[in-house]
């Protein structure tokens, strides 16, 4: 199978060259990053098949975690000094910090204040949705694969369905939106269940992304053989509803979206499905994302084989504005070496050792 493999439309790598030491963060092929997206926790509370074993990993030891100050600087720099407008919080499952709407709230309260997400499994979101919305959160998305309660406590390894379903409708409630659901089919036989979460979503008001499942698990037993392509995908839910092309420019979001024809979100707008397909239908030419750890790691792709920590600038015995220095001295070096794409589709490909969890969605 022949994959376009969306890479920059006129690459022009600078050798030699050092990276520029003001200024946002643009890499060597011309791409601007301007969306962040930060994993707060490596830890997460369901043990999805896809993603990581039934007994977990060893997670990070809390003192190799940011604290909620480092955070907080980060987040100052990214967004004061190097053009960062978006940041998403994810994990692992962020709604396991305990700091969360803290770190929101400080992000919130910047000058050019970014616009906020948050990705989560929706565990506890009942409980704090209002909380998120009330610190600054401007949206959310919430991982649901599946409403069959059985094939969900068998791909989550617990069972768990009514706590998600209820966490989405606090964020509904808690003016999160639009909400957003992230679904991954893990199984070919997981397709013919996708008209009904599409139904579902479009009854309730949510919009649904679904995502093809990508080489980050900790297993490392991905397989392009039995990964459910973006075709697939959108041939079932064809099979059901009258799918148009999006006329809204894409720019650099990593779902491409259709109309669903007959159906409005409720805004009264028409009602959209996206695919995030990562490996059959690349993107990384109009790639603006850059990514933090949360042990202070900067990763300028999900599928980078190298990073830039950040914790000799945060304890180095710096003063604060050295710190501040610093940190933006190595995002921008991390950032002008970024490569032309992830590779997934080369034969010299190699899985990232951190897993998804340890990354960050």
């Not at 007994?55 to 990070?60: E, K, R, T």
């Not at 998403?88 to 962020?94: I, Q, V």
């Not at 990384?284 to 920590?309: H, I, K, M, P, V």
């Not at 990232?352 to 960050?360: E, K, L, N, T, V």
Request: proline residues 6%; negative net charge; hydrophobic residues 40%.
């Amino acid at each position: 199978m022949s994959v376009d493999l969306g890479l920059p439309a006129t690459p022009r790598p600078a050798h030699g060259v050092d990276a520029p030491t003001s200024g946002p963060l643009v890499d060597t092929f011309g791409r601007v990053a301007t969306d962040l997206r930060v994993s707060v926790t490596d830890r997460c509370n369901l043990r999805c098949t896809y993603c990581m074993p039934a007994d977990g990993l060893d997670w990070l030891p809390s003192d190799d975690l940011l604290t909620t100050d480092e955070f907080i600087r980060v987040l100052t720099v990214a967004v004061r000094d190097l053009g960062i407008r978006r940041i998403r919080f994810t994990g692992g499952e962020p709604l396991l910090r305990r700091d969360l709407e803290e770190l929101i709230a400080a992000a919130a309260s910047l000058a050019e204040a970014p616009e906020l997400a948050l990705t989560t499994n929706g565990l506890g979101l009942r409980h704090r949705a209002r909380a998120l919305a009330d610190a600054g959160l401007d949206r959310i998305n919430i991982s649901l694969d599946t409403l069959d309660p059985t094939r969900f406590a068998q791909i989550t390894r617990r069972d768990r369905l009514a706590d998600v379903l209820d966490g989405l409708a606090a964020a509904r409630d808690a003016g999160l939106s639009p909400v957003k659901v992230n679904a991954v089919v893990p199984h070919r036989d997981d397709l013919e269940r996708l008209p009904d979460l599409l139904q579902y979503c479009l009854d309730e008001g949510y919009q649904l992304r679904i995502i093809e499942q990508m080489p980050l698990d900790a297993d490392h037993r991905w397989d392009r053989g039995t990964m459910v392509t973006a075709d697939e995908i959108l041939a079932t839910l064809r099979r059901t509803f009258e799918l148009r092309p999006d006329p809204r420019p894409r720019g650099g979001a990593p779902a491409a979206t259709w109309l669903v024809n007959g159906h409005t979100d409720p805004s009264g707008q028409a009602a959209r499905v996206g695919v995030i397909a990562s490996v059959t239908r690349p993107f990384c030419g109009d790639c603006d994302r850059t990514r933090l750890t949360a042990d202070g790691a900067l990763r300028n792709c999900l599928f980078a084989d190298a990073e830039t920590s950040l914790m000799p600038a945060l304890r180095g015995g710096l003063t604060r504005t050295e710190v501040d220095a610093e940190i933006a001295r190595r995002w921008r070096g991390d950032m002008w070496h970024k490569a032309a794409g992830h590779a997934v589709n080369t034969t010299d490909f190699r899985q990232p050792d951190r897993p998804m969890s340890a990354i960050g969605g």
